[in-house]
């Protein structure tokens, strides 16, 4: 079982949808919880940590499940400048590294 | 706003070549990583630094690979004899602690040959 998996997408929304968008993590043990941006060939850029109660950031939310080790990510009123690969990132305890997932792929059309 | 900065931006090598890549980190982050993206595929922890020594390592970062800190501004990944393999996206990532935000650089694309 992957680490960290998102459904690849592509995720094709018109202009003002809302999109959701999941991911399962495989160790219990994982401690924090991430959603990074991608823009084609640049670096990941971080959109919103992750926390158990759940947060809101403008038109973003994102939900973290523990007992089911499900992460989602809700983009409402999509803008085309929303069109990226979001990535769901972890961060194992006791370790400094983060682990990536491959990334959802969204494309907002006018 | 600060950044992590990274050269070159693209390197092209020929197979069996040593290449170094060279990062800049935020300069009071203690923390500092290197991953790797090959085209199409999901980016992939190399191998993280603190204190001047690597703390933690993937399986990918074997015997060819090494990092340094030579100089108290810069942070490089040196590759000592390349392979078609090691052809990739390779990001450096920095961060203040060991649980905040980690900023990465814009990456540099190694091509091998």
């Known amino acids: 079982r992957k680490e960290v998996e998102q459904d690849p997408g592509p995720f094709n929304v018109p202009e003002g949808a809302t999109v959701a968008f999941n991911c399962t993590y495989s160790n219990s043990a994982s401690q924090s919880f991430f959603w990074y941006r991608q823009d084609c060939r640049k670096e990941p850029k971080l959109l919103m940590s992750?926390?158990?109660s759940g947060n809101e950031d403008g038109r973003f939310t994102a939900q973290l499940n523990r007992a089911s080790q499900y992460i989602s990510l809700l983009i409402r009123d999509s803008k085309l400048s929303d069109s990226a690969t979001y990535l769901c990132v972890v961060n194992l305890a006791g370790r400094r590294a983060l682990t990536f997932g491959s990334g959802t792929r969204l494309q907002v059309q006018p | 706003e600060p950044e992590v900065t990274q050269t070159p931006s693209h390197q092209v090598t020929q197979m069996g070549q040593e290449v170094i890549l060279r990062c800049v980190p935020i300069?009071?982050?203690?923390?500092f990583y290197w991953y790797r993206q090959i085209l199409g595929q999901k980016v992939e922890f190399l191998v993280s630094?603190?204190?001047?020594?690597?703390?933690?390592k993937s399986e990918i970062f074997d015997d060819q690979f090494s990092v340094e800190r030579p100089d108290g501004s810069n942070f490089t990944l040196k590759i000592r004899s390349t392979k078609l393999e090691d052809s990739a996206m390779y990001f450096c990532?920095?961060?203040?602690?060991?649980?905040?935000?980690?900023?990465f650089g814009p990456g540099t694309r190694l091509t091998v040959l």
């Open positions: 990532a920095s961060r203040t602690d060991g649980r905040g935000e980690q900023f």
């Open positions: 300069s009071n982050h203690l923390y």
């Open positions: 992750v926390y158990s």
């Open positions: 630094f603190y204190n001047n020594e690597i703390s933690e």
